[in-house]
């Protein structure tokens, strides 16, 4: 026996348009969001769903559109322009991640992550002095933030500034033994070097730390084997 749905009809768009994202029609899927959101203005969570989708379909323009009028407290404002500036940053609209990033520098200003994004947008613009400053204020202002300090590391190693590069690395290692992308870094950097014996304890110092990780035992197995060993 069939009945009609009575509940809220945007409930029953949004789970349509779940459900035809899941089976890969976007298209079908982002016009389902489309009418739930519109349905009910007022849903946060849906609001974002409708971006995300939107942004991951290529709608760039109207997703960071949702993503602007979407409300919320400060934490989930700030959460959403930290989204926004990694898109653009994905699109390649570094004047304008870099803009949005410096807003979001304004309301957290104890914080690394926005100085990261922005030295991310100054790299995209080739202002690679500037994104070297960024990426430094972040790391004086958190050294445990790691992101910005790996930011830091690899504008380093792009610029040829091989010294400061392991400077920033060892730093990492430093306040985070066995960290693992920074030790292969490292231990990519002590191969280059042709210090084998350097690149496996860096290795080692991840194995240790973190064993169940695959990827720096097969690196050490593959010097060990060109050692002979």
């Not at 009910?40 to 609001?47: A, E, I, K, R, T």
């Not at 974002?48 to 709608?59: D, H, K, P, T």
């Not at 990261?116 to 990426?135: K, T, W, Y």
Request: glycine share 10%; hydrophobic share 40%.
């Amino acid at each position: 026996v069939s009945r009609d749905y009575t509940g809220d009809p945007s409930d029953m768009a949004e789970l349509r348009g779940r459900l035809l994202l899941v089976a890969g029609d976007s298209e079908a899927g982002i016009a389902a969001l489309r009418d739930a959101a519109a349905s009910s203005p007022g849903s946060q969570g849906l609001q974002e769903l409708l971006a995300v989708a939107l942004l991951r379909g290529g709608e760039t323009e109207e997703g960071l559109d949702v993503l602007r009028a979407t409300g919320g407290d400060e934490a989930t404002v700030q959460q959403v322009d930290t989204t926004m500036v990694l898109y653009l940053l994905q699109a390649g609209r570094y004047d304008e991640a870099l803009e949005r990033a410096q807003r979001l520098q304004e309301l957290q200003p104890e914080a690394a992550g926005p100085l990261s994004l922005q030295g991310a947008a100054l790299m995209g613009l080739g202002r690679i002095d500037e994104a070297r400053a960024a990426f430094r204020e972040g790391v004086e202002l958190d050294p445990d933030d790691i992101s910005v300090a790996m930011n830091l590391a690899g504008l380093e190693l792009q610029a040829g500034n091989r010294g400061a590069a392991r400077e920033a690395l060892e730093a990492i290692q430093d306040r985070h033994p066995g960290h693992a992308r920074s030790a292969e870094r490292l231990a990519n950097m002590s191969l280059q070097d042709g210090d084998h014996q350097g690149a496996a304890r860096w290795l080692q110092t991840t194995i240790e730390s973190q064993p169940e990780m695959l990827p720096p035992h097969l690196m050490l197995a593959q010097i060990q084997l060109q050692g002979g060993q």
